[in-house]
């Protein structure tokens, strides 16, 4: 640049052209913030807006359907995600092995994830009705007795619909859980077992310390995801019998059925205070 225009004053210097490189970065990042803002941004925006007004969250509270979905989701998140991740790290540790036999039955065991929700969880519900269900006719041939209605009790079905998501969401937690134990140098377990110890002692003192922060950062992460976790309560059960197994994943559905706009925004709302915390806890661990 010359000296006449260094002496310009800023406003009357020529504009600095963008390199071909520059130009087709930003044209090429012009449609990802177009469906960003018309996809997410606006719709997320849109629904705060719904749910602004205090009187939806008073009626929300004094709705006893709403007090019962927070315990589901609470007693879905406490004891589905920690029993299924605590089946996948044993699971990890028997898929690890090289038979092949094992090698042969994980191509098996990771089906459940790798097909679609819809018709896997459409067809679990259809085995488990009482009159036509495979369950209950496979009960009347065996004893002659009719079934029990499984999807009628609040306790039966929210626990099926527990079980529905661990059977499908297990497979990937456990290829994670694998592929940190691959990770962990064969050395240390050959030099645990020159020292006489047992398996416990090895998951004790050296799986467990190596696995220690994915396994908790994998928890955090599939409660988070299991808060937003539709399919697998609403596809099985509906949220009945009575709107008794809904969790804050459906019971926005319950208001829009009955035109209540703004207490189905609100009980979305009413969610961040479960998962903006474990938010900030898992990025916090991964930060470290």
């Known amino acids: 640049m010359s000296t006449a225009t260094l002496d310009l004053p ?101 089906l459940p994830w790798a097909v679609p929700s819809i018709p896997t969880i459409l067809s679990v519900r259809f085995m488990l009705n009482p009159e036509w269900g495979v369950i209950n006719s496979l009960i009347f041939r065996l004893t002659g007795q009719d079934g029990p209605n499984w999807l009628n009790d609040p306790t039966l079905a929210l626990s099926f619909s527990m079980l529905m998501h661990i059977w499908k969401s297990l497979p990937f937690w456990t290829l994670i859980l694998i592929a940190g134990r691959l990770s962990i140098p064969s050395e240390q377990y050959e030099a645990a077992s020159v020292d006489g110890a047992t398996n416990w002692q090895k998951f004790k003192f050296i799986t467990w310390p190596s696995m220690r922060t994915l396994y908790l950062t994998s928890t955090i992460l599939s409660m988070i995801w299991t ?21 804050l994943a459906t019971l926005g559905i319950r208001y829009l059925r009955l035109d209540q706009v703004d207490l189905a925004m609100a009980s979305i709302v009413v969610a961040l205070p479960l998962v903006l915390p474990l938010v900030f806890f898992m990025m916090k661990r991964l930060s470290k």
């Open 10 to 110: 800023p406003s009357a210097r020529p504009a600095k052209r963008l390199s071909p490189w520059q130009f087709w970065g930003r044209m090429l990042v012009l449609p990802y913030l177009f469906f960003f803002v018309v996809f997410v941004l606006y719709p997320v925006g849109y629904g705060l807006w719904l749910a602004r007004h205090p009187e939806s969250y008073v009626k929300l509270f004094e709705d006893p359907i709403f007090f019962r979905t927070v315990i589901n989701t609470v007693i879905f998140l406490v004891v589905g995600i920690n029993l299924k991740m605590a089946v996948a790290m044993v699971l990890s540790g028997f898929f690890i092995q090289t038979r092949w036999w094992i090698k042969a039955l994980s191509l098996l065991f990771i």
């Open 227 to 247: 808060l937003g976790d539709f399919n697998s309560v609403y596809l099985l059960t509906g949220g009945g019998p009575a709107d008794l197994t809904h969790v």
